[in-house]
């Protein structure tokens, strides 16, 4: 997962620098007023996500793997405790019970 993220930030770091080389030379237009660092981010985001979505589409399904696995490895967990307490419970109903009839 973490090797996701990073690539993903790459990709979006490389963009920033395209973009910033881009409205800094005239070639895209620059955002109005003081709101020029804010346009060239969000340009800067808007081109990385399709990119983003492409090439990092192996990565993304090995991450979702290792997500996949680790909720069922939680889920499994869960049932296996909710499987003791109910055993436990039911014994201690059985004993309960026992004591009552030889009562």
């Known amino acids: 997962m973490l090797r996701y993220t990073l690539m993903r930030l790459g990709i979006f770091v490389g963009c920033l620098v395209v973009v910033w080389g881009l409205v800094y030379s005239g070639l895209a237009p620059r955002g109005l007023g003081d709101s020029n660092g804010l346009w060239i981010i969000l340009l800067a985001m808007l081109i990385s996500a399709p990119i983003s979505l492409v090439a990092l589409r192996k990565e993304r ?12 490895r939680a889920k499994a967990k869960l049932e296996a405790d909710r499987n003791q307490e109910d055993a436990a419970d039911d014994s201690a109903r059985a004993q309960g019970q026992t004591r009552e009839q030889t009562s």
Do not use: G, K, L
Not at 61 to 72: K, L
């Open 61 to 72: 399904d090995r991450a979702s793997e290792v997500i996949v696995r680790r909720v069922d």
